[in-house]
């Protein structure tokens, strides 16, 4: 079983800046997919970045540009740096891993709210 857990979320005003991370445990198997999802009220869950354990990433097109997807395998950590918050980035951001015998791990979730 892996548990993930995220920090980081918080009120921010549009344009400001928040960095989650997300700490992953348990049995872990080195070749993984780490991640952030995010779903907003009476919305579906979405993709919002993604991260190999070689480092290859995917960015939904409402992130390019603005967010940055990073990990430390050393530490099974995974983070989210985002830039330009916008009011529309407002949702509940959960940490994704995927690993490659197909078990699929969620965190709790962490809020982000962008408003002035």
């Known amino acids: 079983q892996v548990q993930l857990v995220e920090s980081g979320g918080g009120l921010v005003q549009p344009g400001g800046s928040l960095r989650l991370s997300c700490a992953a445990s348990g049995t872990i198997f080195r070749i993984n997919t780490m991640g952030w999802y995010r779903q907003a009220p009476g919305k579906e869950r979405e993709l919002v970045a993604t991260?190999?354990?070689?480092?290859?990433?995917n960015y939904a097109d409402s992130a390019k540009g603005r967010f940055t997807v990073s990990r430390d395998n050393a530490k099974n950590m995974v983070y989210l740096q985002m830039n330009s918050l916008k009011p529309e980035d407002t949702a509940r951001y959960y940490c994704n891993l995927a690993d490659w015998r197909g078990g699929v791990y969620w965190g709790q979730g962490t809020q982000v709210t962008v408003s002035s």
């Open positions: 991260i190999t354990s070689t480092s290859s990433t």
